[in-house]
């Protein structure tokens, strides 16, 4: 009898050694989610996905948005989702945490704006939003982007190009959505790792390395895959709700 116990209780705890890392994981809840707007929540045709909306209205945890776009698009999308207006926008350059709050800028335009006058000289660029678009700026994908990046390593600017699919955007070097993320995350009293974040996109990397988690949606680029924890199979909205859906059905949120 007392063998058949031990016989169990050793059982029992090789089990438990061989589950611990495991079920650590497991038992592993993300506190919130940060998501990207174009091409994540979009459909192809960069209409809202109304699938993406209805399902971010059910999640029982708080949802942010992460977008390349200017603060008043951010802020418009979450009011209309029905979120609380926590967004990071321009690539981390822009953040709010409510709408009755005023944002937060960094003072990175005058470097991309020095960027952009040398590689004016070489292209026919199209600034998009200027008027509205404070820390970065963004083009109009019409120019020889891989020539551009060369062009601009031989210079000293501290600045950096990223193609989100929608726009080229000229930003510092030193903010993407990653810090825009952390920076969100300490006026929400939470940290970048308890977020999941979704995206599509070169400009989601960074917020994906500062997260806890990483979903792309099948459209990402090669980029944002490799630095994904996760890839859903569909594309698009349909991809976001499937990686919402992932994360209830592991048990992650
Ligand atoms: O404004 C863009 O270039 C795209 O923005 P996104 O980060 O929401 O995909
Ligand atoms: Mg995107």
């Keep these: 009898m007392s063998s058949i ?4 209780s050793i059982i029992n705890y090789e089990w ?20 990207d707007i174009d091409g994540t929540i979009t459909c192809e045709n960069r209409e809202l996905h109304l699938g993406a909306v209805k399902k971010i209205r059910s999640l ?18 979450s009011k209309l ?14 953040v709010t945490v409510r709408y009755d709050l005023n944002g937060t800028f960094e003072e990175s335009l005058e470097e991309c704006e020095k960027a952009f006058s040398f ?4 292209f026919q660029l199209t600034k998009l939003d200027p008027f509205y678009r404070k820390t970065e ?4 994908r019409d120019f020889d982007l891989e020539k551009a990046r060369s062009l ?18 000229i930003k510092s070097t030193r903010v993407n959505k990653g810090s825009g993320l952390r920076k969100l995350a300490e006026m929400m009293g939470l940290e970048a790792k308890d977020f999941v974040a979704i995206g599509d996109s070169e400009n989601d990397v960074e917020m994906f ?45």
Excluded: W
């Design 60 to 77: 029982k945890v708080p949802v942010v948005l992460a977008t390349g776009n200017i603060i008043c698009y951010a802020r418009t999308a």
């Design 152 to 169: 601009l390593e031989t210079q000293n600017f501290d600045v950096e190009m990223v193609d989100t699919k929608y726009a080229v955007h």
């Design 137 to 140: 700026i963004a083009l109009r």
């Design 209 to 253: 390395k500062a997260a806890g988690f990483g979903i792309a949606v099948a459209n990402g680029d090669t980029k944002i895959k490799e630095a994904a924890d996760y890839v859903t199979e569909a594309s698009f909205g349909k991809g976001a709700v499937e990686a919402f859906e992932y994360l209830e059905s592991k048990g992650l949120i």
């Design 119 to 122: 590689l004016s000289e070489h």
């Design 81 to 94: 989702i029905g979120l609380e207006g926590a967004v990071v926008a321009e690539n981390g350059g822009a």
């Design 5 to 8: 116990i031990n016989y169990g």
């Design 16 to 35: 438990g050694s061989i589950l611990s890392p495991l079920s650590h994981l497991f038992s592993m809840k993300f506190k919130a989610i940060v998501v």
